[in-house]
């Protein structure tokens, strides 16, 4: 079982930065993959970026050279730096964590908004 806690959600200007943070309750090189998801108002959850236990990253092409994955196993939390906010990046922002027995895990969510 991983439990999940992102921080670091708010109210920000286009062109602005924030940090998310998504904390787990075990040993992130216990986790073959963490990954943030996000919903839109009206939309489908979707994939953002993902690493993986080896420290490969993955963004969407939507994000790709805005937000930047990282990761403190001492903590471990796996971050997501987002620069350059457009409002369509407004959403609820989850992390989902794949356990090594390939269980999925997520948590509650932090929401974003990007407004002037």
């Known amino acids: 079982q991983v439990q999940l806690a992102e921080s670091g959600g708010g109210l920000v200007q286009p062109g602005g930065s924030l940090r998310l943070a998504c904390e787990a309750s075990r040993s992130i090189l216990e986790i073959n993959a963490v990954s943030w998801y996000r919903q839109a108002p009206g939309k489908e959850r979707a994939l953002v970026a993902t690493?993986?236990?080896?420290?490969?990253?993955f963004y969407v092409s939507s994000v790709k050279g805005r937000f930047t994955l990282s990761r403190d196993t001492n903590e471990n939390t796996v971050y997501l730096q987002m620069s350059s906010l457009k409002p369509d990046d407004t959403a609820v922002y989850y992390c989902n964590a794949v356990a090594s027995d390939n269980s999925r895990h997520w948590g509650q969510g932090t929401r974003v908004t990007v407004s002037s």
């Open positions: 690493i993986t236990r080896s420290g490969s990253t």
